[in-house]
């Protein structure tokens, strides 16, 4: 039971490059979202997903894109990359009918 | 827009010491939890409060919720350097527990 991982690690784009982030949840999880996390500020709420299919916009989701065609999987895209989406992006899930949210290890980005 | 600010932002002790760490918001939760992120990890969950008032004791770490669901402290008793980490508060609005917005969080770093 790996709970949720992410792909990749750490990676360093130059500004205008596009990626996709991988979220993978094994525990059968309704609810997904991706975070971004910059210092003093903690964690912001990009976009989120409430089961297969859907998506919908978090506090900051302008300049990212998400999709979820499969229940444990939720990408989230960078079209064109620039300076200010450098940060650290977290990837949770959790059931629909509990609280706790269970967190990935982390994708540091780094846009040049 | 619903905001969480937590105070102290940064927070040094020494082994053995009190402290509490306060999450404030002029909105309404309907539940709140807190965290603790270690370097390099994703946040796990250390409690989650519900009823306004509410009380939760995990070891030497008291949890309360401000009667109103507005706030809410922590506070750890006789602190460790095990305890090192940064602590955030993430409250769901009253629309459904789905979808959370984290405080600012607190870097507390615990000298033996």
């Known amino acids: 039971n790996a709970g949720v991982t992410q792909t990749p690690k750490f990676r360093v784009l130059k500004t205008g490059q596009s990626m996709t982030l991988l979220c993978a949840q094994d525990?059968?999880?309704?609810?997904m979202y991706w975070y971004r996390q910059d210092p003093g500020m903690g964690l912001r709420l990009i976009h989120y997903?409430?089961?297969?299919?859907?998506?919908a916009k978090g506090e900051v989701p302008d300049g990212y894109n998400v999709s979820r065609l499969k229940k444990q999987n939720f990408l989230l895209g960078l079209e064109s990359a620039a300076p200010s989406q450098t940060s650290v992006y977290f990837c949770?899930?959790?059931?629909?009918?509990?609280?706790?949210?269970?967190f990935g290890p982390g994708t540091r980005l780094t846009v040049t | 827009t619903q905001l969480l600010e937590q105070s102290p932002q940064f927070l040094s002790i020494q082994e053995g010491e009190n402290l509490t760490v306060y999450c404030n918001s002029s909105s309404v939760f309907s539940s709140l939890q807190w965290y603790r992120q270690e370097p390099g990890e994703g946040p796990v969950l250390l409690v989650t409060?519900?009823?306004?008032?509410e009380v939760k004791k995990l070891k030497r770490l008291t949890f309360q919720f401000g009667d109103a669901r507005k706030d809410s402290s922590l506070h750890i008793t006789a602190a460790q350097p095990g305890d090192t980490g940064l602590y955030l508060c993430a409250g769901a609005g009253t629309s459904g527990t789905y979808k959370y917005i984290f405080g600012t969080g607190t870097r507390l770093k615990v000298l033996a």
């Open positions: 997903s409430v089961g297969e299919g859907t998506t």
């Open positions: 949770a899930s959790k059931r629909s009918v509990e609280y706790e949210q269970y």
């Open positions: 409060v519900v009823t306004g008032g």
């Open positions: 525990m059968n999880h309704e609810y």
